[in-house]
Nanobody, 115 residues
Framework: QVQLVESGGGLVQAGGSLRLSCAAS????????MGWYRQAPGKQRELVAL???????IYAASVKGRFTISRDNAKNTVYLQMNSLKPEDTAVYYC?????????WGQGTQVTVSS
């Protein structure tokens, strides 16, 4: 049974930093893609950042230059370093992995940025 456990969310002032982690367990096949999405109240879930097995990354325009996604393949863990946080970054952040053409999601972690 695949399980994704997220950690690192919380409350931070604007301009501050947080680091999210997502550890996957129960994975049998190699992980192709790992990523982070977020959903603010009343809005649709949106892509924040992706990283593929080769280390190539994609970022949403709104976070480019402020957020950095990375992965530790040995630990099946993906990270999201978030710097220069803004109130509009407030959302529930979900990690996502794709393995053997299947999508898996974490339970979500709340990030709240106060102005």
């Amino acid at each position: 049974q695949v399980q994704l456990v997220e950690s690192g969310g919380g409350l931070v002032q604007a301009g501050g930093s947080l680091r999210l982690s997502c550890a996957a367990s129960g994975i049998i096949f190699s992980i192709n893609r790992m990523g982070w999405y977020r959903q603010a109240p009343g809005k649709q879930r949106e892509l924040v950042a992706l990283i593929n097995s080769g280390g190539s990354t994609i970022y949403a325009a709104s976070v480019k230059g402020r957020f950095t996604i990375s992965r530790d393949n040995a630990k099946n863990t993906v990270y999201l370093q978030m710097n220069s946080l803004k109130p509009e970054d407030t959302a529930v952040y979900y990690c996502n992995i794709v393995s053997a053409n299947k999508d898996y999601w974490g339970q979500g972690t709340q990030v709240t940025v106060s102005s």
